[in-house]
């Protein structure tokens, strides 16, 4: 079965840093584009970060730039969001999405997401 298990949310006091993972299973990691999206309460879902499979480019939302940084370890298939200099502005639930376009077709998937509270 495919899955995205996202880790490492959590509170955070602002100012502080947080490191989120996502472990994916059932599928080939490495052929996939991974990305991070957050949606806040009464919010529509936004994407914050993605990385591709070719080149490993990144792409990041103007809100996030110079705070967060997405990686990816095709060996653990494993995406990380490390966030710092976190804002309350950032609190969110976190998602993984995993995403691959083949022959004009998309297959896509969906972590549960992680709770991420900066608060102090």
């Known amino acids: 079965q495919v899955q995205l298990v996202e880790s490492g949310g959590g509170l955070v006091q602002p100012g502080g840093s947080l490191r989120l993972s996502c472990t994916a299973s059932g599928f080939t990691f490495s052929s996939y584009g991974m990305s991070w999206y957050r949606q806040a309460p009464g919010k529509e879902r936004e994407l914050v970060a993605a990385i591709t499979s070719a080149d490993g480019s990144t792409n990041y939302a103007d809100s996030v730039k110079g705070r967060f940084t997405i990686s990816r370890d095709n060996a653990k298939n494993t995406v990380y969001l490390q966030m710092n200099s976190l804002k309350p502005e950032d609190t969110a639930v976190y998602y993984c999405?995993?995403?691959?376009?083949?022959?004009?077709?998309?297959?896509?998937?969906w972590g549960q997401g992680t709770q991420v509270t900066v608060s102090s």
């Open positions: 999405n995993a995403r691959r376009y083949r022959n004009g077709v998309a297959f896509a998937y």
